[in-house]
């Protein structure tokens, strides 16, 4: 009778491990019914622009998850999954909605497609939903067929917690784009560079000093400056910006390994130099009766005239696009304007 008794005993533990184990495979990262398989194949948070994202107060943080979901098509008919009709989160007995208004279009990403998914077929889905970190909510997938078997609501366990290290790192690409500029522009040391950022450095190095010596030679118009003195002003130059220069960067844009940044900054406006070095040779002009030589005289002040110019905060931000590659950060060089703004602002000193 002993022995009868721990069997049944055994069999009723086995039995409730059972149950538990059915009842947590249709409330987890996947599930399925007569007509689909779901289940969630990656998450991660978002930016969407400006005005969308992360939202931070003292008592909670939430912001925008992309949840990735892989959809089988069991039957042998079509079936349609709307992301923003279909598919619901739910917040315990709060019923909430996915987000249908976003606009990624700057980072070329669209999430607006209607999932329908043929026969037997497999389909990725995207739904965005704006959550709290670290709290667990239920996604319900509802699925539209012609099928006689009644579409039924697949539920899904999403725990945000798996997904955090994503939404601490939204705001990297800024950082990674302000270890970029004072690196390369204005010869500061940044941990953030070898962090964050994948570039070129040399080349990059180069095409600044190739865009600022092309600046000075066109304020000195009867005088071609060596290369050895560029060289040196040049370092005069990225002194200056470092110590005068600042920049705010935020990332309003993050998905998919895109970004768009935005920057407000100031930086030396070099345009004032053409007027400077007028003053100068007219100085020289004034002490020597001829022009013969002001601008040698000029070019000898250039560290004087260089600490007299005042930096300017610019008019508008400029709007970098960054891509990750291979797993930092860099500006999207296949855009010649978004390569030409930086160039612009921080070694030829343009102002925007």
């Known amino acids: 009778m002993k022995k009868f008794g721990i069997f049944t005993l055994l069999i009723t533990v086995i039995m409730a491990l059972a149950a538990c184990s059915s009842t947590s495979e249709k409330t987890g990262a996947s599930s399925s019914s007569k007509i689909i398989d779901v289940s969630i194949d990656n998450a991660s948070y978002i930016l969407a622009g400006k005005n969308e994202g992360v939202s931070e107060d003292k008592e909670t943080k939430k912001g925008l998850l992309a949840v990735h979901l892989k959809v ?29 208004n976003l606009s990624l279009s700057d980072l070329g990403i669209d999430y607006s497609e209607t999932g329908s998914i043929g026969a037997e077929k497999v389909k990725d889905i995207t739904v965005i939903v704006n959550v709290e970190k670290d709290k667990k ?58 962090k964050y950022v994948s570039a070129d450095k040399a080349a990059l190095q180069e095409e600044a000093k190739k865009a600022f010596k092309e600046k000075i030679q066109d304020a000195f118009t009867d005088l071609k400056i060596s290369d050895k003195e560029m060289d040196k002003q040049y370092i005069n130059y990225k002194s200056s910006l470092s110590q005068k220069g600042k920049i705010d960067a935020e990332t309003v844009g993050n998905a998919e390994g895109k970004a768009v940044v935005l920057v407000q900054y100031s930086n030396i406006p070099l345009d004032d130099l053409f007027d400077l070095v007028d003053d100068y040779n007219e100085k020289y002009y004034q002490k020597t009766g001829s ?62």
């Open 72 to 100: 089988k098509n069991k039957t042998d008919s079509e079936v349609s999954i709307s992301p923003y009709d279909d598919i619901k989160i739910y917040d315990g007995e709060k019923q909430l909605s996915p987000e249908d």
């Open 291 to 352: 022009y013969d030589g002001g601008e040698e005289y000029a070019l000898s002040k250039f560290d004087v005239i260089l600490d007299s110019i005042e930096a300017k905060d610019s008019k508008d931000k400029l709007e970098i696009l960054m891509v990750k590659k291979d797993g930092k950060w860099t500006v999207d060089l296949s855009d010649d304007y978004v390569e030409e703004q930086i160039v612009d602002a921080f070694a030829a000193g343009y102002g925007y």
């Open 137 to 194: 909510y239920e996604l319900g997938i509802t699925p539209y067929s012609d099928s006689t078997d009644k579409a039924e609501e697949v539920k899904l366990a999403l725990d945000t917690k798996k997904y955090a290290a994503s939404f601490d790192t939204l705001n990297d690409p800024a950082k990674a784009l302000t270890a970029y500029i004072e690196t390369i522009y204005m010869d500061k040391e940044n941990a953030d560079y070898e």
